[in-house]
C-alpha cells in the first residue's frame, strides 16, 4: 500500500524531528510511506535542519509561503504532482508522537475494512480529529479539509459530512494511538465570528455529504434531526 504522510509545521524543528523519528522507527516496512512535510518559507529554524531530517528519514519536503491555515498546508502536501498515487492518507502535525508498532499495517487493515476514513486515538484529546483517509473520500473533494478556518472547525466540518453521509460519525481506531504535549490550540480568535460562519455552511456539507453517497454508492441517511 502508498501511504501518503501530510506534516504540518512551524517553528517546532525538535518537535518535527521527534515526530519523524517515531513515525520511521514504529513503521514496519511493509508499505511505501511518503513522509511530505509542509514549511513555511520564513520558518528559519526548521528550513536550517531540513537537509539532515531529509537524509535522515527519507522525508520529501514542500517549501512554500506562508498557508493562510493548516487545512491549506495539508491539501498542499496531498495534491502533489508527483505523489498522485497514494491510496491512503495519515494526517500528521508536528506536535504528534506515534506511539503504534506497525503503523502501517495498522492502516492497512483500516483501510482493508472499506471504511471511507478513521481516526487515531489521542491520549489526551478526543475531541481532536488526527484522520486516516482513503483515497476514495479524498477524491470525492479532492482536499483533506477546507481552508478557510483557521482552528478545529476543519477538522469538525470533516465529521460532520462523514456523518450526513453515512448516519455516524468517523469511527475511532483504538489500538492505534498518538500522543501529544498539553499545548493549547494555536488560531483560537474571533470564535462567535467562527461558529456563526460554521453553523451558514451547513448547507455546503450537505451538498459534499450528498456526493460522497452517490460516490459510495450508499443511500444519505435521513438528515432532518441533523438540519
Request: charged fraction near 30%.
Amino acid at each position: 500500500m502508498r501511504i501518503l504522510c501530510p506534516i504540518a509545521t512551524r517553528g517546532r524543528p525538535l518537535r518535527l524531528a521527534g515526530v519523524l523519528h517515531s513515525l520511521t522507527t514504529l513503521a514496519s516496512g511493509r508499505h511505501q510511506i511518503e513522509y511530505r512535510v509542509r514549511v513555511d518559507d520564513d520558518d528559519t529554524q526548521t528550513l536550517d535542519i531540513l537537509p539532515d531530517l531529509e537524509r535522515e528519514y527519507g522525508i520529501s519536503s514542500l517549501v512554500k509561503e506562508r498557508p493562510i491555515t493548516l487545512g491549506q498546508a495539508w491539501n498542499e502536501c496531498a495534491d502533489s504532482r508527483d505523489w498522485k498515487t497514494w491510496e491512503a492518507c495519515v494526517v500528521i502535525a508536528d506536535k504528534h508522537l506515534c506511539i503504534t508498532k506497525n503503523l502501517d499495517t495498522g492502516v492497512e487493515e483500516v483501510m482493508s475494512k472499506d471504511v471511507p476514513c478513521a481516526r487515531w486515538t489521542l491520549l489526551r484529546d478526543e475531541l481532536e480529529t488526527l484522520l486516516i483517509l482513503s483515497r476514495k473520500w479524498y477524491d470525492v473533494n479532492k482536499r483533506i479539509f477546507p481552508e478557510w478556518f483557521p482552528c478545529w472547525f476543519s477538522e469538525r466540518w470533516v465529521v460532520e459530512v462523514h456523518t450526513l453521509t453515512f448516519g455516524v460519525g468517523i469511527p475511532r481506531v483504538t489500538n492505534m494511538v498518538m500522543d501529544e504535549p498539553p499545548v493549547k490550540t494555536q488560531g483560537l480568535r474571533d470564535l462567535e465570528f467562527w461558529f456563526d460562519f460554521f453553523a451558514r455552511t451547513r448547507n455546503m456539507r450537505i451538498m459534499e455529504a450528498r456526493k460522497a453517497s452517490a460516490a459510495f454508492g450508499r443511500p444519505m441517511p435521513d438528515i432532518q434531526p441533523l438540519v
